[in-house]
T-cell receptor, first 109, second 117 residues
Framework: QQPVQSPQAVILREGEDAVINCSSS?????VHWYRQKHGEAPVFLMI?????EQKGHEKISASFNEKKQQSSLYLTASQLSYSGTYFC??????????FGAGTTVTVRA | GAVVSQHPSRVICKSGTSVKIECRSL??????MFWYRQFPKQSLMLMAT?????????EQGVEKDKFLINHASLTLSTLTVTSAHPEDSSFYIC?????????????FGQGTRLTVV
């Protein structure tokens, strides 16, 4: 079952922050975050394995609330290179990754 | 990081013909690979899970006879779109994960843009 992502799109100026949320109606084993540029394959950002875990990749970080079955991705001091579509992928007890609808991030100078 | 290679990156074919897409894990063994389909500005929709040495498992609504999957070795899975029609035009992406357990990242191929005319 696909996770629900919000917002669908966000426009930022360089240096601004944004939060992308991902929630699931089923218990989660892990949450993955990927970024996809237009016409390219998704690129792995990070994986969160247990509740309370937080990770970072450059100035992008994420948290995982296992009880609420939610994860959030934080874009801090955004750069032009952060533009793209961000997908959360959720893993349940079947080893498959299901992806949310994606959040399109546009960072402008 | 690990590399997954997908070929071809683009293909144009006529209606009624079949197209084969290859997905290779270059520096690790992948017992399981996954095939996704992506429509413009939409999410990755899982089509099927490819299992080395056994039959693929398909998601609900995906036609097994239409999308043939073969996973003949630990480094190669193929997706064949049979009797292709214009509505099969899409971006197809494969992914593979290291190991056999959970909690590992998925590596994606470059994707294949299929256009059926």
């Amino acid at each position: 079952q696909q996770p629900v992502q919000s917002p669908q799109a966000v426009i930022l100026r360089e240096g601004e922050d944004a939060v992308i949320n991902c929630s699931s109606s089923k218990a989660l084993y892990s949450v993955h975050w990927y970024r996809q540029k237009h016409g390219e394959a998704p690129v792995f950002l990070m994986i969160l394995l247990k509740g309370g875990e937080q990770k970072g990749h450059e100035k992008i970080s994420a948290s995982f609330n296992e009880k609420k079955q939610q994860s959030s991705l934080y874009l801090t001091a955004s750069q032009l290179s952060y533009s793209g579509t961000y997908f959360c992928g959720t893993e349940h007890n079947d080893y498959k990754l299901s992806f949310g609808a994606g959040t399109t991030v546009t960072v402008r100078a | 990081g690990a590399v997954v290679s997908q070929h071809p990156s683009r293909v144009i074919c006529k209606s009624g013909t079949s197209v084969k897409i290859e997905c290779r894990s270059l520096d690790f063994q992948a017992t399981t690979m996954f095939w996704y389909r992506q429509f413009p500005k939409q999410s990755l929709m899982l089509m099927a899970t490819s299992n080395e040495g056994s039959k693929a498992t398909y998601e609900q609504g995906v036609e097994k006879d239409k999308f043939l999957i073969n996973h003949a070795s630990l480094t190669l899975s193929t997706l064949t779109v049979t009797s292709a029609h214009p509505e099969d035009s899409s971006f197809y992406i494969c992914s593979a994960r290291e190991g056999q357990g959970f909690f590992t990242e998925a590596f994606f191929g470059q994707g294949t843009r299929l256009t059926v005319v």
